[in-house]
């Protein structure tokens, strides 16, 4: 533990706050939004990053709500119990109310003899985040108790600091979150620009040939993907968690959002292992996307494994045109999309000639290049706005902060 200034005191949140579980409720008593009787029912899924999303409500009827259990102004709304370790802990100030109340997997947080500010931002600090992640680690579920929150350790610096240090946080947090907002709608503006570079390159308008037409050249091919590919789907093998990561360096797995770890070769096979030389491609029917194998690996059941036919269409090009294909009709499913071998083999692929593709392919890679170094650069600035946020915590509730402005 970081020493204190001599005037601040260890105090813990069950001290200086009251800690309010969520309402117990079943399915069964969940009303319509309409119900003379109901009452607005928040979870740990209208959590966003430091606010509260008021949509996505469920209704409950009064009866199962206990008066401390309707939100108040400057609560701190967090979550206590989740499948998923870094929801735990997750929190926001409440800054405004309506009747709301919260479920069981959440608490409130409930200031007393404390600024309600000081111990929001204490709260979301990384010391605490993980000091709860730590605690609330489970077999199934991830829990938080009340004495878990009511015994966690807070410094409490007189209350003329709590309130310069909340004026200090306020301030400096506010020009990394409008500085984070900008770097993030920059990331947008990139995917958009990427979707509009490769719908103007398959209708032929990067090179010219569209005359800013939305439709396919028409001296280009249509051609479906089944005359240009090779399907080695044969070649696929189910791989179980168990079985990746055996060995560090081995050969690369492949599933349904691309490389998600290795695999010791003397699990399968040889017969099996794909070689992938420069020409095998595999295509996520799940969340349709396309990627290149350029070396050994296995590649699962989730996805299909396609060799472009060089003297039809070259690989680049074909890796490019999968990538903003519009799948709606093709793959299907209510909860996961699924691209079946034959809806794929139907695809209709518009095709120029090779020299033409090498053209497209060239334009789009020299765009993409720079594109990808901008958002390269945009990920590197979301990091180092992570590390600032967490450095600025931890100097403010270690009193470093105020010791530093008292001294300029």
């Not at 497209?360 to 650069?377: F, G, K, P």
């Amino acid at each position: 533990m970081t020493e204190l200034p001599n005037d601040w005191k260890c105090s813990t949140i069950g001290e200086v706050a009251e800690i309010v579980r969520g309402v117990t409720y079943s399915k069964g008593d969940t009303l319509s939004a309409t119900d003379i009787d109901a009452v607005p029912l928040l979870r740990a899924t209208n959590l966003e990053v430091d606010s509260i999303d008021f949509n996505d409500m469920v209704y409950v009827p009064k009866r199962v709500v206990k008066p401390q259990q309707v939100l108040q102004v400057n609560d701190v709304f967090m979550a206590a119990s989740s499948g998923s370790i870094s929801v735990v802990g997750k929190s926001a100030q409440v800054v405004k109310t309506n009747g709301e109340t919260f479920g069981a997997f959440c608490s409130v947080i409930r200031p007393k003899n404390v600024h309600p500010k000081f111990l929001a931002y204490w709260v979301q600090s990384p010391e605490i985040r993980d000091h709860w992640s730590a605690t609330a680690k489970g077999t199934n579920i991830n829990n938080l108790k009340p004495s878990d929150i009511s015994g966690t350790y807070i410094p409490i610096p007189p209350m003329k600091d709590q309130q310069k240090i909340v004026e200090l946080l306020e301030d400096h947090l506010s020009r990394l979150d409008a500085a984070l907002a900008e770097v993030k709608q920059a990331k947008v503006k990139a995917a958009q620009f990427r979707r509009s570079l490769l719908q103007a390159a398959f209708t032929g308008n990067l090179t010219g040939d569209g005359a800013g037409l939305m439709t396919t050249p028409k001296h280009w091919e249509i051609s479906p993907l089944s005359k240009l590919v090779d399907v080695l789907d044969n070649l696929r093998v189910p791989v179980n968690s168990s079985e990746r990561n055996k060995r560090p360096g081995s050969v690369p797995y492949y599933g349904a959002t691309g490389q998600v770890g290795t695999i010791d070769e003397a699990l399968f096979n040889e017969e099996l292992l794909i070689l992938g030389e420069d020409g095998v491609q595999f295509f996520d029917p799940n969340k349709p996307k396309a990627y290149k194998i350029s070396g050994p690996a296995w590649v699962n059941n989730h996805a299909h494994v396609l060799r472009p036919k060089s003297e039809k269409v070259l690989q680049n090009f074909l890796l490019h045109f999968l990538n903003q294909f519009n799948y709606i009709g093709y793959a299907n499913g209510t909860t996961r999309l699924k691209l079946t071998q034959g809806a794929m083999n139907s695809i209709p692929v518009h095709l120029p000639t090779l020299p033409e593709q090498q053209k497209i392919v060239e334009i789009i890679e020299d765009h993409l290049s720079r594109l990808d170094a901008s958002v390269a650069i945009a990920d590197a600035m979301e990091k180092q706005s992570f590390s600032l946020r967490r450095s600025l915590l931890q100097a403010a509730f270690s009193g470093q902060l105020t010791k530093e402005v008292a001294s300029v």
